[in-house]
């Protein structure tokens, strides 16, 4: 008898909670259709102001009004049993109609996949973790303790400090001229051009460089809506090749001690792209190789080579 | 054009000057009188040599071009009390660009316009008239190799071959001095030893942009070259 | 490399025989501000124009009675847009049933070095003014409201001196010849404009 | 006896949920003719309305249902009256009624209209009859004309007080600056007072026409240009200059042409 009783009890819970769920919703849409509305329908702006103002206000409360009352009647509803593996959704498979909506065994599949995936990516991490990617080869003697301590703090140097490296090093090369910005919080994007022979779009993390572009002196840098266009690359395939070299002078010169040092050294490198179709290979003393100028640039001596020509 | 105002819609000029484009390093020379050919050949005949070896290099065809000229005297009327000398004036159309008209003067300054100027020249008939039979055009095969593009011609004035036209383009290189030898380089690949001295382009201007007007000039130069030298169908002047 | 073009045709032609209709007034200072509001509410929905452009006439004289003009504008406030360079063509008043002025023109846009290949060609400056105003479009009508500005020192835009205390009002059309419709709908759109500008036709030879 | 009454209460408690409907949408409707009259359409507006009417049958459906007992024979007796603020009350009527008193029970209780209004009720409909149809039609139609005749001159009136004042008040555009702004974008009339004088010569009356005019200055024109031929150059540096953002730099020899052309006796003086 009580059970049938609170069953009872339940059910109209249920019924008077659906309709305080309704209610709220429809005081929800009215703050919307409010705010939707806008000011207005009143003579002095101020008059707008002030009943647009009470009348936001009236449907705040009503929205609050209605929450309350759905809160206090959840609590009548009562819980749910919880002891189901997959909770709630563990109800889904005592939907009769299965063979049109075969959620319950869909949802069992993709708890499953999703196990294993964790599973591997657990495995992969473990793996990966053993065989850490280093940023150049000369940093393998360096003793694995120091670089952790040591990239704090050239990960949270103050802007300024980065805007200071910089100008200094644009005022070094005077055919080389380099614009920084910061569309997205504090890291910098640097825009190089470089006589009238390239540009390159390089992006930094702190003074640390992430990724080079390499683009022609024609060529749009920027995307639709104005922004430096970072993922594109170039039309032409001498400057995809110089894109190319340019990672991998990312990847030698590291020091992570002077980072000042190191985007200072790329630059030197970079300014000696400005004779890119002017100076013949240093080994076949040729111009042309597969209809390609030298576009590799020796890290030491800034000498011109063929990609295949360099030792 | 609906609008007038310069703060509206306007047709393409040529290319916007941040497209990646065509804008660098053109030369064109006169192949037919440089080119080894034996005697007899003809210029159809050159031009498919020329594609051949284009075609081993490597080069792939890519479409076909199209460059014409129109030659307008000042008319007579205009003369005398402005007391100034007939100039001839060129207007030109590049497939290239296929909304621009390029107006030029020899050694003069070289206009730049969308092709409402060809509507223009109807109207000034009575002051520019084009001269009788002066037209001349080149039309060809454009073929792309790496980041060249080269583009080889037949020179017809009426109904004959007049001659050869080359045209290689560098795009990413944008000042033409800097990729001369380069190109150089390129054009001995496929022309063997008989190339071209340098057009004027390449030396007289350091570090200005190279830009459309600049290959039409060239392409104005060659075709005044080529309606001075008499009319020999075939390869003839060694 | 971008996708060649793959036409043999050369390439010539251009929009041959427009013409312009036009309908001309003005307004004094004062009132623009309210002719502005009506032109807002009555043109196309969009963000409102302005433009300051510097415009120059040449002369073409031959031997011919009367001297070939062509106008040669450019943006000052815009910098990178093209120069345009306009032919127009006799005015024809016409009879009554046309209810607009109608000229013959030739737009053309170019690149910067119109004035010298103009003075190439045998043009001759004869003046030069600055005008600075408010553009608005209704379908293909346009509708310029702009001050004339008297340029002092030749060549220097920097120094100009209004014309006059009212704004020029022109409601223009270009269309392909022949298309005296539209002169219907441009009478309409001045009626609307009453009391406020009264647009007419105008013989500009009457005022010479 | 009992069941009577239960009866009662369920045709009392059918009969408040229609009534409560009815105002419902009632409110909804007032709600939307006060603040959304300006983007209201047509169809919306008959839209509540078929709902009003709709509700409205039902509840005369409810009333008329056999199973309802004649409410008509029930007898409601104030038992308390109360000049003291009454919170229940106050909150059934939401609001309306805060006090069950002597002032508002007439008001509330009543099933009749005042014996006064009654009676000048029956006076009316009397009168009315005794009017004919054709009669009644002309009447009506009288009054229609009064209004409209009405309507029209005051709106008359308005549209020539607003023009009239417009045009009294504030002069919005001058003939005079209109042909001198036509003139100035056709010819450059009133623009050229640096400009050798030429081509000022359409400003003066009594020329036959622009060419012979053009042609006959063209002489002197010549002369100047001949005289300084590199004049036209530096004019065009100054031009570019000028769009660099510098000043330009005038010549000398333009110099010398102003003050020929201000002192040229057929400068045209501006009007």
């Known amino acids: 008898m009580a059970d049938v009783l609170s069953v009872g009890v339940n059910l109209e819970a249920f019924a008077q909670a659906i309709s ?18 806008g000011m207005r329908n009143k003579e002095t702006l101020e008059g707008r102001e002030k009943a647009f103002i009470a009348h936001f206000q009236d449907n705040l409360h009503s929205v609050n009004r209605d929450l309350n009352e759905l809160e206090r009647l959840s609590n009548l509803v009562g819980k749910p049993s919880e002891n189901h593996p997959l909770h709630n959704s563990g109800l889904l498979s005592l939907d009769p109609v299965q063979d049109k ?105 702190s ?60 630059m030197t490198w970079l300014r000696s792209y400005i004779k890119l179709f002017q100076a013949p290979c240093q080994r076949c003393g040729k111009f042309l190789q597969d209809g390609l100028p030298p576009t590799w640039r020796d890290f030491r001596t800034l000498e011109a080579f063929h990609d295949t020509c360099r030792q | 054009m609906e609008m007038f105002r310069s703060n509206t819609v306007w047709y393409i000029i040529c290319q916007p000057p941040t497209a990646c484009g065509y804008s660098t390093g053109q030369l064109r020379f006169r192949g037919v009188s440089q080119m080894p050919v034996a005697e007899g050949k003809s210029v159809q005949q050159t031009v498919e ?125 944008v000042v033409a001095s800097d990729c001369w030898s380069l190109l150089l380089e390129f054009l001995q690949s496929f022309l063997g030893s008989h190339t071209p001295g340098a057009p004027a382009v390449f030396g007289n201007r350091h570090d200005t942009v190279y830009g459309p007007a600049d290959t039409m000039v060239q392409y104005m130069e060659l075709f005044n070259k080529i309606r001075k030298q008499p009319q020999v169908p075939v390869a003839g002047i060694r | 490399m971008e996708a060649p073009p793959v036409t043999m045709m050369p390439v010539t032609g251009g929009t041959i025989n427009m013409m312009e209709y036009l309908l001309q007034g003005s307004v004094l200072d004062h009132s623009l501000e309210s002719l502005i509001h ?105 509708i310029t409201v702009y001050k004339i500005f008297r340029i002092l020192v030749p060549g220097n835009t920097d120094s100009t001196e209004a014309l006059s205390l009212s704004y020029l009002v022109e409601l223009s059309v270009v269309a392909p010849a022949g298309q005296d419709m539209v002169s219907d709908d441009m009478r309409n759109f001045a009626e609307q404009l009453k009391p406020l500008v009264h647009l007419e036709k105008i013989d500009p030879k009457r005022l010479m | 006896m009992q069941r009577e009454e239960k009866q009662l209460e369920a045709s009392l408690d059918a009969l408040l949920s229609q009534a409560a409907d009815l105002k419902n949408s009632l409110g909804s409707f007032i709600y939307k003719l006060e603040n959304e009259y300006d983007r209201l ?24 249902h056999e199973k309802t007992p004649l409410f008509r024979n029930q007898v409601i007796i ?36 005042d014996p006064e209004v009654e009676e000048q009720e029956k006076q009316l409909t009397t009168d009315a009859a005794r009017i004919g149809a054709d009669a009644a039609q002309k009447q009506i139609q009288n009054l229609n004309k009064m209004c409209s005749n009405l309507l029209e001159k005051i709106s008359k009136e308005e549209r020539e007080s607003e023009s009239g004042g417009l045009r009294s008040n504030k002069q919005t555009f001058n003939p005079a600056d209109t042909n001198a702004l036509v003139a100035a974008v056709a010819f450059g009339k009133g623009l050229s007072n640096w400009r050798p004088s030429g081509s000022s010569g359409p400003g003066q009356p009594g020329q036959p026409g622009a060419g012979t005019i053009l042609a006959g200055t063209s002489g002197l024109q010549q002369v100047q240009m001949a005289g300084t031929p590199s004049q036209q150059q530096p004019m065009l540096s100054g031009v570019q200059m000028a769009q660099a953002g510098q000043p330009g730099k005038m010549p000398s020899g333009i110099k010398t042409n102003i003050k020929s052309a201000s002192m040229h006796p057929y400068q045209r003086t501006l009007d």
């Open chain 1, 101 to 205: 909506t075969p959620l319950y065994s869909q949802l069992l599949q993709a708890y499953k996949w999703s196990n294993k995936l964790q599973y591997h990516a657990g495995l992969a991490s473990g793996l990966l973790n053993q065989q850490s990617l280093k940023r150049s080869a000369n940093q393998m003697g360096v003793s694995a303790k120091r670089r952790p301590k040591a990239q704090p703090t050239t990960l949270v140097l103050p802007p300024q400090y980065v805007d200071d490296v910089i100008s200094r090093i644009d005022r070094m090369f005077p055919e080389m001229s380099i614009h920084l910005s910061r569309p997205n919080g504090t890291s910098a994007m640097l825009l190089v051009t470089l006589g009238k022979v390239l540009k390159v779009i390089v992006v930094m993390r």
């Open chain 4, 78 to 113: 104030p038992l308390v009256l109360s000049p003291d603020r009454d919170e229940d009350l106050m909150r059934q009527t939401e609001g309306r009624v805060p006090v069950f008193s002597h002032e508002v029970v007439p008001d509330h209780l009543r099933t009749k209209p």
């Open chain 2, 49 to 173: 040599l020329l594609t051949r070896k284009l075609e081993v290099l490597g080069a792939e065809k890519q479409g076909t071009f199209c460059v014409d000229c129109e030659t307008y005297h000042t008319a007579a009327s205009t003369l005398g009390s402005q007391g100034q000398a007939g100039k001839l004036m060129y207007v030109m159309h590049n497939s290239e660009y296929p909304l621009s008209c390029f107006a030029l003067f020899e050694n003069g300054p070289c206009l730049t316009a969308d092709t409402n100027f060809d509507v223009l020249m109807v109207k000034l008939k009575g002051f520019f008239q084009s001269a009788k039979a002066s037209k001349i055009e080149t039309r060809g095969t454009r073929y792309q190799y790496c980041d060249f593009l080269v583009k080889v011609g037949t020179v017809t004035m009426g109904p004959s071959a007049r001659g050869i036209s080359v045209e290689v383009e560098y795009g990413p290189c």
């Open chain 4, 41 to 64: 359409t047509w169809p919306s507006v008959l839209d509540s309305f078929a709902l009003l009417s709709g509700q409205l049958n039902t509840l005369n459906k409810v009333l008329k």
């Open chain 1, 207 to 266: 003074l640390f460089i992430d990724r080079t572009i390499v683009k022609g002196y024609n060529e749009n840098v920027y995307t639709e809506d104005g922004k430096l266009d970072i993922w594109s690359k170039s039309n032409y395939q001498v400057f995809q090749k110089v894109t190319d070299h340019a990672t991998t002078a990312l990847l030698h010169y590291q020091l992570p001690q002077m980072p000042d040092v190191v985007v200072r050294s790329f």
């Open chain 3, 38 to 142: 009506r032109l807002r509410g009555l043109c196309d929905n969009m963000e409102p124009e302005t433009f300051l452009d510097h415009e120059i006439v040449f002369l073409l004289k031959g031997q011919q009675a009367s001297p070939f003009v062509l106008r040669a504008r450019r943006s000052m406030d815009r910098t990178g847009a093209p120069w345009h360079l306009r032919y127009l063509g006799q005015p024809e008043m016409g009879d009554k049933n046309r209810h607009a002025l109608v000229r013959n023109c030739v737009d053309i846009a170019t690149s910067e070095n119109l004035t010298d290949f103009l003075m190439e060609m045998g043009f001759r400056m004869d003046h030069e003014f600055v005008t600075k105003g408010h553009l608005f479009r209704k379908g293909i009508m346009k």
């Open chain 1, 20 to 37: 305080a769920i309704q209610a709220l919703r429809s005081s929800v849409s009215r703050v919307f259709d409010c705010l939707k509305d």
